[in-house]
């Protein structure tokens, strides 16, 4: 069997994270831009505090989405240097951590934290 050196590293984040971040973000997105579609009577106390925020401070609720997105930006630019700090050489490997990263935020970044090129795996 041959042995890896690290250099391709890549691991998926859970499904939870998944699912998780992209009903939140989808969602965030769509107060944003879209809140007329959505029907905040059949949130409750939720609904009622986002149709708050769309109302009345519809400028700082976009302000937060784009943070939100700057945020996960810098996490992916992180996983990228976390990379070439943890010996991950690989451009496809790198890509496939920038773009998880960007879509999931710190769920995929805590893997590559997590990973430790100089501990041999245990099987």
Same mark, same amino acid.
């Given at each position: 069997?041959?042995?890896?050196?690290?250099?391709?590293?890549?691991?998926?984040?859970?499904?939870?994270?998944?699912?998780? !971040?992209?009903?939140?973000?989808?969602?965030?997105?769509?107060?944003? #831009? !879209?809140?007329?579609?959505?029907? %905040?009577?059949?949130? =409750? @106390?939720? =609904?009622? %505090?986002?149709?708050?925020? !769309?109302?009345?401070?519809?400028?700082? !609720?976009?302000?937060?989405?784009?943070?939100?997105?700057?945020?996960?930006? %810098?996490?992916?630019?992180?996983?990228?240097?976390?990379?070439?700090?943890? =010996?991950?050489?690989?451009?496809?490997?790198?890509?496939?951590?920038? #773009?998880?990263? #960007?879509?999931? =935020? #710190?769920?995929?970044?805590?893997?590559?934290?997590?990973?430790? @090129?100089?501990?041999?795996?245990?099987?």
């Amino acid at each position: 069997m041959a042995k890896s050196d690290g250099c391709d590293y890549f691991k998926r984040t859970s499904l939870f994270w998944i699912v998780a !971040v992209t009903l939140s973000m989808g969602y965030f997105t769509c107060v944003v #831009f !879209v809140p007329e579609k959505i029907p %905040f009577e059949l949130l =409750g @106390p939720f =609904g009622t %505090f986002c149709s708050y925020l !769309v109302d009345n401070y519809a400028n700082l !609720v976009f302000k937060g989405w784009l943070s939100a997105w700057a945020v996960h930006l %810098f996490e992916a630019l992180t996983a990228l240097r976390m990379c070439s700090n943890k =010996g991950i050489n690989n451009t496809a490997t790198r890509c496939m951590w920038f #773009f998880q990263t #960007f879509l999931f =935020g #710190f769920a995929s970044l805590g893997l590559l934290l997590k990973y430790d @090129p100089k501990r041999p795996k245990q099987h």
